[in-house]
């Protein structure tokens, strides 16, 4: 109890209904809330005993862009370590970069889902070294909508891409999975954005962050008075995406008795509202996808088998990003590029001394978390290029390991700057484009000097100009 007591958060609203919301989410983990209504109450509630004893602030931005970034502002003067978490109802990253310069330490999206929140919560007052650089910022950029989007060439990856544009050509249901973090989603908005029904009705239900108690309404509807609170009837996703699309995220997280139910109704085409006594017949594509392998858990019993069988007609896994290391360089510029075009930024380059950490970190949270780092990195840097003390959280973690690693070498290439960020002379740079070549072509000559693009007396003769070996 004595740690409960020290899970003190302050929730600076003016809105009794969305306090009462924050304070109930927000109880679920043991922490007490204190409700200020302004600026100023809140503000002077950090002088007092109890504002001493808070551990996180919550500011809903009830006030226009330029005030709420001041009053972030001056809370995190005099409180600089208190972690600050806005909640706002715009999606402009330009409200989201100047919320981050201002202090914020995350940034939700109104109507915020209590998973998303608690996860916000907990990462911003985690107990060991900060990991601010980490957070997952980016949900304020623009989704891509199409394979181009999806950067890559390591050969899984690439041939889950190719699974899944066949899959986009035709009505069956897909499932995929991987590790959170790795592009599901993304892959899946792009199947649907690729299908004959992509004009058709279309809706995402993340299962983790609808309520245990209303997710069954939210897929299959309700009439009126099925159940306390149903003052009038509801039209679930799976019959409003009839003739559409239903993407449905962590479907594992369904209960036994609500996987039964859907299994049924994919089966039979007909879904049945809560408290209905007859049924609506449907054609909805159902995109799924899980964080965990469906087979496993189906083979524990902690999955239902018919659904499985359902849903998994397509069925394509996504690598994690440590598997595929070699794409990380060209993720992180097509991140840079994307990051530089929203409102408030700019175009960065990235350093080879950023990159060696980039490729030394195993990106626990996958393609998302090198995203959310590079978002807080090009919010921060004054300079025109990323290096590596613009992610000392990232060299924190990694400590030493980026140093002489084999695999960091293989993954950035070819070393275009030197470790003041200057470019190193070309003719180092030619050299080690042609021991590259070498050594990716297993010495074989002939073949090198026609990728260079170049005569074969050319490349000996600058082998020996260079002072390569070429059985190096």
């Not at 998303?116 to 950029?141: C, G, S």
């Not at 479907?251 to 109704?265: E, F, K, M």
């Not at 050594?439 to 002939?446: C, E, K, P």
Request: hydrophobic share 45%; charged share 25%; aromatic share 4%.
């Amino acid at each position: 109890m004595a740690e409960q007591e020290e899970r003190l958060l302050m929730l600076i609203d003016d809105e009794p209904a969305q306090s009462r919301l924050v304070t109930a989410l927000a109880a679920r983990e043991g922490w007490r809330t204190v409700v200020a209504n302004d600026a100023e109450t809140a503000i002077a509630t950090l002088g007092t005993r109890q504002g001493m004893q808070l551990s996180a602030i919550i500011l809903d931005q009830w006030v226009p862009g330029d005030a709420a970034c001041d009053l972030i502002a001056e809370l995190k003067q005099r409180r600089p370590a208190l972690p600050i978490l806005m909640l706002t109802t715009s999606a402009s990253p330009l409200l989201a970069v100047e919320a981050m310069r201002a202090g914020a330490t995350d940034y939700l999206i109104k109507p915020v889902a209590p998973e998303r929140l608690m996860r916000a919560l907990r990462a911003a007052t985690r107990v060991e070294a900060p990991r601010n650089e980490l957070q997952p910022l980016t949900e304020k950029m623009p989704a891509v909508l199409d394979f181009d989007g999806m950067i890559g060439t390591d050969p899984v990856f690439r041939i889950a891409l190719a699974r899944a544009a066949k899959a986009a050509r035709a009505h069956s249901h897909v499932l995929i999975e991987g590790e959170s973090g790795t592009g599901k989603e993304m892959l899946l908005r792009a199947i649907h954005a690729t299908s004959p029904r992509a004009r058709g009705p279309f809706r995402l239900v993340n299962v983790a962050g609808v309520p245990v108690n209303s997710i069954e309404s939210a897929l299959f509807g309700h009439e009126k008075g099925a159940f306390a609170g149903a003052f009038e009837s509801q039209m679930g996703a799976l019959q409003h995406c009839d003739t559409g699309t239903l993407i449905l995220d962590e479907i594992d997280r369904l209960s036994a008795d609500q996987q039964a139910r859907l299994a049924a109704t994919l089966k039979d085409g007909i879904v049945r509202p809560i408290g209905a006594t007859h049924g609506f017949r449907i054609d909805t594509r159902l995109l799924s996808a899980s964080n965990r392998l469906l087979s496993e858990l189906a083979a524990k019993g902690q999955f239902d088998q018919d659904l499985l069988a359902a849903i998994s007609s397509t069925r394509i896994t996504l690598p994690p990003l440590r598997e595929r290391a070699g794409d990380i360089p060209a993720l992180a510029r097509h991140f840079l590029a994307r990051i530089g075009d929203e409102p408030g930024l700019r175009h960065l380059s990235l350093a080879d001394s950023a990159l060696h950490l980039l490729c030394a970190f195993d990106w626990p949270g996958n393609v998302r978390q090198l995203q959310a780092v590079l978002f807080r990195a090009a919010v921060f840097c004054d300079a025109e290029m990323l290096t590596a003390s613009d992610f000392p959280q990232l060299s924190e973690l990694i400590g030493e390991q980026a140093e002489g690693s084999h695999h960091v070498q293989e993954a950035v290439g070819v070393m275009l700057y030197t470790e003041d960020g200057n470019l190193r002379p070309l003719e180092e740079i030619e050299a080690d484009v042609i021991r590259l070549a070498i050594g990716h072509y297993r010495g074989r000559m002939t073949e090198v000097a026609r990728r260079l693009g170049i005569g074969r007396s050319t490349l000996y003769r600058k082998l020996s100009d260079l002072g390569i070996d070429n059985a190096a």
